[in-house]
């Protein structure tokens, strides 16, 4: 298994719609995790810290399931610049590092 | 702050050559990352330093890549000789609690 996996999209979805993405990992030891947006040739910023509370942030929301190995993320009322690829960023095996996933990328659509 | 700066922005060298890319962290943020972007394998880890001192290159892909940082503002990632498929986007990143990356803009390099 991936140390981190995540559907790569595209999503395509009209602006003021609601949007969710998984990200499922390995390591059943890590502790946080994060969410990243990478704008087209732009470089990756943090978006979301995801911890065992989950964390709301406005209109985007992160969520852990730590039975199931997973995280999430929930967008909604989507906005045409919300059109990014979303990298969810997991620690490593051996936790000394982070693992980013290959992105999901979202399009919002007027 | 003016966040991490990176240089050259763009590089375009023939095989062979020596290539040099140079990042400034943000001030205070004790690691410093080197990530390679590709199309095909993402964003991979190249090497990592906390307080000037390599931590892991175990990313590093040969003995042609090589990185340092002199002091706590400055770090160069070297390769020597450049190949095509060392082709990709380099981000080099700062942070002051390992885990939250501040990113800087690239360095979108391609080795002809």
């Known amino acids: 298994r991936k140390e981190v996996e995540q559907d790569p999209g595209p999503f395509n979805v009209p602006e003021g719609a609601t949007v969710a993405f998984n990200c499922t990992y390995s390591?059943?030891?890590?502790?946080?995790f994060f969410w990243y947006r990478q704008d087209c040739r732009k470089e990756p910023k943090l978006l979301m810290s995801v911890y065992s509370s989950g964390n709301e942030d406005g209109r985007f929301t992160a969520q852990l399931n730590r039975a199931s190995q997973y995280i999430s993320l929930l967008i909604r009322d989507s906005k045409l610049s919300d059109s990014a690829t979303y990298l969810c960023v997991v620690p490593g095996e051996y936790g000394n590092k982070l693992v980013f996933g290959a992105g999901t990328i979202l399009r919002v659509k007027s | 702050d003016a966040g991490v700066i990176q240089s050259p922005r763009h590089e375009v060298t023939e095989m062979g050559q020596e290539v040099t890319l140079r990042c400034k962290p943000i001030?205070?943020?004790?690691?410093l990352f080197w990530y390679r972007q590709t199309m095909m394998r993402g964003l991979e880890l190249l090497i990592y330093?906390?307080?000037?001192?390599?931590?892991?290159d175990s990313g590093m892909p040969e003995d042609r890549f090589s990185a340092k940082m002199p002091n706590a503002s400055f770090s160069t990632l070297k390769i020597q000789p450049s190949e095509p498929r060392d082709s990709a986007v380099y981000f080099c990143?700062?942070?002051?609690?390992?885990?939250?990356?501040?990113f800087g803009s690239g360095t979108q390099l391609s080795v002809l």
């Open positions: 990143a700062s942070s002051n609690d390992r885990v939250r990356l501040f």
């Open positions: 390591n059943s030891a890590s502790q946080s």
């Open positions: 330093f906390n307080n000037n001192v390599p931590i892991d």
């Open positions: 001030s205070g943020h004790d690691y």
